[in-house]
Nanobody, 114 residues
Framework: VQLQASGGGLVQAGGSLRLSCAASDSRFNFGVMGWYRQDPGKQREWVARITIGGSTNYADSVKGRFTISRDNAKNTVYLQMNNLKSEDTAVYYC?????????WGQGTQVTVSS
């Protein structure tokens, strides 16, 4: 089982990016999916998650700016990031929780210039 994250890049403060995380098969439609991020020298930070039923939760630091969604037909979860700030700079990792197992993508770099 694999997760492929993409969509990162360099953006100016106030801009937007959309991250994608494609799962290798439909088993991920039966799991919670979400995103973490980590900047070098900082602790890993949980960002957002979406349940099988579509319920969402966000870290306070991104609430109101980021939106997580999933397209089960495409086995893909998205993270729409608006009004980006320099402190959002990090490597973003998608994850999936299926039963007692966890799966991680390879990470995609987001850099926000001020």
């Amino acid at each position: 089982v694999q997760l492929q994250a993409s969509g990162g890049g360099l953006v100016q403060a106030g801009g937007s990016l959309r991250l994608s995380c494609a799962a290798s098969d439909s088993r991920f439609n039966f799991g919670v999916m979400g995103w973490y991020r980590q900047d070098p020298g900082k602790q890993r930070e949980w960002v957002a998650r979406i349940t099988i039923g579509g319920s969402t939760n966000y870290a306070d630091s991104v609430k109101g700016r980021f939106t997580i969604s999933r397209d089960n037909a495409k086995n893909t979860v998205y993270l729409q990031m608006n009004n980006l700030k320099s402190e959002d700079t990090a490597v973003y990792y998608c994850y999936a929780l299926i039963g007692s197992a966890s799966y991680w993508g390879q990470g995609t770099q987001v850099t926000v210039s001020s």
